[in-house]
């Protein structure tokens, strides 16, 4: 019995909160439930934004990790690689000869040869007389400050060595490799030295969405502008003392008025082991999740008060049930069933409101009749208008490539006849006016015919040379980049313009007609840099990628305004014509110059519209 009344006595306010809640109205169960939930949110919102904030602090430092272990890396791969460079030019034969026989001029000239493949590197042979050649008329290094080097030394006593060295305030990553005479005695080092300046880390640091600071402990290197965090630094200095692996803990870093995650790691690099490297990211995320989800739980809150009044409000003029009616109606108009009139019910207000509705039916079914109608008309004039456009462009285009088709076509008679005819000739005048020489005595008439038959060659060789230029064989017999490459030296080159053309990739088979459009594309820049730029070097890139052909031209001239230039009423049709080229064979090109800066044109052709296929046009 007692046991029954203690259960009676626990059960009682349960059973007054259920009579309770019995007798609330709709509204009132409403409202307690909506401030229920509101005060869940604000319970649950900090443990939350907390939780949020440590997330995303997680996955900031594992970023930060994963790639602070790569650039670590990327240092000791970059190591190695100087390093094998360093091995291959001592091992390079011709520097054998020139060094056994003390050819001065040649181990210059092939100093500099080889910097032409190192623009960024700095190259240096140190002889055992330690006379030192470079490779570059203003070194990055005086020539007896490499002499002197520990890691030179070293390397002079046969080993093959890379590391970092602060000399001159700077840090430089170098690489040494002995050079071994004929009879096995080492008689030179070769030194590889980089400098990792602030613009070398900037590169390194782009693809981080960070900052990279590099230093010894004294001298430090970074890849933006601005100080460097006390933090940071002290962090450095430790991880520089300690000479591990082992990368250390993030830490957070506050300064400039933002929060960062900073990750330090010694760097194995350098023989000494005394230089260590810090990459720092914005973390200022890691608060704002915190207060979005504040934020958020606030809003939420918020709409959940505006809510409660709106619901005490509509229950008291008691408009739900019309509401309700002329929301079914309104939702199906939404969906399209304009058919259906609505029938108004409610309170004046409501009926009233029902009333426009139905006006807004009628006047919307008429509208959108009469919008289908109008639509229906004018997507027939569209695409009439679209397809008469499509035709008078594809005749423009075919009439261009038609027109484009004969000029080649009209070169390459010209060129035939003038090779088969005119040259012919003019080589059995040269024959015949030698011939005639020999059988004559008179020096008068010697002279003469000598200098008959010096006039007939110098005109068979122009002849030679507007053959070439209206057709030249090397473009129909080898192919594209050979007939560039004639081209080049024979319009640059000859007139004292240094020329590069350097090929990469697989070259692939195109159409004669794709082969000669790009082959004037390029014959039309050349014209234009040995009239116009007053270039002192000219680099021609043909790269054969998987997809498309592409061709850089760069010179280092006066460049030009290109809006000027390009503007119709100029009277300037070159790149027009070049563009016009290329956009029948479905590429792109695209000139970026201005006055003083050079010029850089880049072709992009694509190989599945001409590759294997001549279209009717050659």
Same mark, same amino acid.
């Given at each position: 019995?007692?046991?029954?009344?203690?259960?009676?006595?626990?059960?009682?306010?349960?059973?007054?909160?259920?009579?309770?809640?019995?007798?609330?109205?709709?509204?009132?169960?409403?409202?307690?439930?909506?401030?229920?939930?509101?005060?869940?949110?604000?319970?649950?919102?900090?443990?939350?934004?907390?939780?949020?904030?440590?997330?995303?602090?997680?996955?900031?430092?594992?970023?930060?990790?994963?790639?602070?272990?790569?650039l670590r890396g990327w240092f000791i791969d970059k190591g190695y690689n100087l390093k094998d460079e360093a091995k291959l030019l001592s091992e390079f034969d011709a520097f054998g000869d020139a060094l056994a026989t003390h050819?001065?001029?040649?181990?210059?000239?092939?100093?500099?040869?080889?910097?032409?493949?190192?623009?960024?590197?700095?190259?240096?042979?140190?002889?055992?007389?330690?006379?030192?050649?470079?490779?570059?008329?203003?070194?990055?290094?005086?020539?007896?400050?490499?002499?002197?080097?520990?890691?030179?030394?070293?390397?002079?006593?046969?080993?093959?060595?890379?590391?970092?060295?602060?000399?001159?305030?700077?840090?430089?990553?170098?690489?040494?490799?002995?050079?071994?005479?004929?009879?096995?005695?080492?008689?030179?080092?070769?030194?590889?030295?980089?400098?990792?300046?602030?613009a070398f880390l900037d590169k390194l640091a782009r693809g981080m969405n960070g900052s990279i600071v590099l230093t010894d402990g004294e001298v430090f290197v970074k890849s933006y502008s601005g100080p460097i965090s006390e933090?940071?630094?002290?962090?450095?200095?430790?991880a520089k003392d300690s000479q591990t692996e082992a990368v250390l803990q993030p830490i957070t870093v506050h300064y400039d008025s933002g929060r960062y995650r900073a990750l330090v790691v010694p760097l194995e690099t350098s023989?000494?082991?005394?230089?260590?490297?810090?990459?720092?990211?914005?973390?200022?995320?890691?608060?704002?999740?915190?207060?979005?989800?504040?934020?958020?739980?606030?809003?939420?809150?918020?709409?959940?008060?505006? /809510?409660?009044?709106? $619901?005490?409000?509509?229950?008291?003029? +008691?408009?739900? %049930?019309?509401? #309700?009616? !002329?929301?079914?109606? =309104?939702?199906?108009?939404?969906?399209?069933?304009?058919?259906?009139?609505?029938?108004?019910?409610?309170?004046?207000?409501?009926?009233?409101?029902?009333?426009?509705?139905?006006?807004?039916?009628?006047?919307?079914?008429?509208?959108?009749?009469?919008?289908?109608?109008?639509?229906?008309?004018?997507?027939?004039?569209?695409?009439?208008?679209?397809?008469?456009?499509?035709?008078?462009?594809?005749?423009?285009?075919? /009439?261009?490539?038609? $027109?484009?088709?004969?000029?080649?076509? +009209?070169?390459? %008679?010209?060129? #035939?006849? !003038?090779?088969?005819? =005119?040259?012919?000739?003019?080589?059995?005048?040269?024959?015949?006016?030698?011939?005639?020489?020999?059988?004559?005595?008179?020096?008068?008439?010697?002279?003469?015919?000598?200098?008959?038959?010096?006039?007939?060659?110098?005109?068979?060789?122009?002849?030679?040379?507007?053959?070439?230029?209206?057709?030249?064989?090397?473009?129909?017999?080898?192919?594209?980049?050979?007939?560039?490459?004639?081209?080049?030296?024979?319009?640059?080159?000859?007139?004292?313009?240094?020329?590069?053309?350097?090929?990469?990739?697989?070259? #692939?088979? !195109?159409?004669?007609?794709?082969?000669?459009?790009?082959?004037?594309?390029?014959?039309?820049?050349?014209?234009?840099?040995?009239?116009?730029?007053?270039?002192?070097?000219?680099?021609?890139?043909?790269?054969?990628?998987?997809?498309?052909?592409?061709?850089?031209?760069?010179?280092?001239?006066?460049?030009?305004?290109?809006?000027?230039?390009?503007?119709?009423?100029?009277?300037?049709?070159?790149?027009?014509?070049?563009?016009?080229?290329?956009?029948?064979?479905?590429?792109?090109?695209?000139?970026?110059?201005?006055?003083?800066?050079?010029?850089?044109?880049?072709?992009?052709?694509?190989?599945?519209?001409?590759?294997?296929?001549?279209?009717?046009?050659?």
């Open positions: 019995m007692g046991t029954y009344r203690i259960i009676n006595l626990l059960l009682a306010p349960a059973r007054m909160s259920i009579t309770l809640w019995r007798r609330l109205s709709t509204p009132a169960k409403q409202l307690i439930i909506l401030l229920l939930l509101v005060l869940v949110v604000a319970l649950f919102s900090v443990p939350l934004g907390i939780m949020s904030m440590r997330r995303v602090q997680t996955c900031l430092d594992q970023e930060l990790y994963h790639q602070t272990l790569a050819d001065d001029v040649q181990i210059r000239r092939l100093m500099t040869l080889y910097q032409s493949a190192h623009e960024a590197d700095g190259v240096y042979l140190i002889l055992r007389n330690r006379v030192v050649y470079s490779s570059s008329v203003s070194p990055p290094l005086p020539g007896e400050a490499v002499a002197g080097l520990d890691m030179v030394r070293s390397g002079g006593g046969g080993q093959s060595l890379t590391g970092m060295v602060t000399l001159d305030e700077k840090i430089w990553m170098m690489s040494v490799a002995p050079h071994i005479d004929s009879v096995g005695g080492i008689d030179g080092v070769f030194l590889i030295v980089q400098e990792i300046d602030s933090a940071v630094s002290n962090a450095l200095r430790r023989n000494s082991g005394v230089y260590a490297i810090a990459v720092t990211k914005n973390a200022d995320i890691v608060d704002e999740a915190l207060w979005l989800t504040l934020r958020w739980s606030m809003a939420f809150g918020l709409v959940a008060l505006v /809510l409660i009044v709106l $619901l005490v409000q509509f229950h008291v003029v +008691e408009i739900f %049930r019309p509401l #309700r009616s !002329l929301v079914v109606s =309104t939702k199906r108009i939404a969906a399209g069933d304009l058919d259906e009139p609505l029938a108004p019910t409610g309170v004046a207000e409501v009926y009233e409101l029902a009333l426009n509705f139905e006006t807004m039916r009628s006047r919307l079914k008429a509208l959108l009749e009469r919008e289908r109608s109008l639509s229906e008309s004018l997507e027939m004039q569209v695409q009439e208008t679209s397809q008469a456009l499509d035709d008078v462009c594809r005749a423009r285009e075919n /009439l261009l490539a038609q $027109l484009i088709s004969s000029q080649e076509e +009209e070169r390459r %008679r010209v060129s #035939r006849e !003038l090779h088969d005819e =005119t040259s012919q000739a003019l080589a059995n005048l040269i024959v015949r006016l030698g011939t005639l020489s020999r059988t004559v005595d008179d020096e008068n008439v010697l002279s003469q015919l000598q200098m008959l038959r010096s006039h007939a060659a110098e005109t068979l060789e122009g002849v030679n040379r507007i053959v070439m230029d209206l057709r030249p064989g090397l473009l129909d017999e080898y192919g594209l980049v050979p007939a560039v490459q004639w081209y080049a030296d024979a319009r640059l080159t000859s007139q004292g313009i240094p020329t590069q053309v350097k090929v990469s990739g697989t070259p #692939r088979e !195109l159409s004669s007609y794709a082969q000669a459009s790009v082959y004037r594309a390029i014959q039309e820049a050349i014209n234009n840099i040995a009239q116009h730029a007053q270039a002192s070097e000219v680099m021609i890139r043909i790269a054969w990628q998987e997809e498309q052909l592409w061709i850089e031209i760069q010179d280092d001239g006066r460049g030009f305004d290109l809006d000027q230039v390009c503007h119709v009423a100029s009277g300037r049709y070159g790149l027009l014509g070049m563009k016009e080229r290329i956009i029948l064979l479905g590429g792109v090109m695209d000139v970026q110059t201005s006055p003083g800066e050079g010029v850089l044109l880049v072709l992009q052709i694509p190989y599945s519209l001409n590759t294997m296929r001549n279209d009717g046009r050659d």
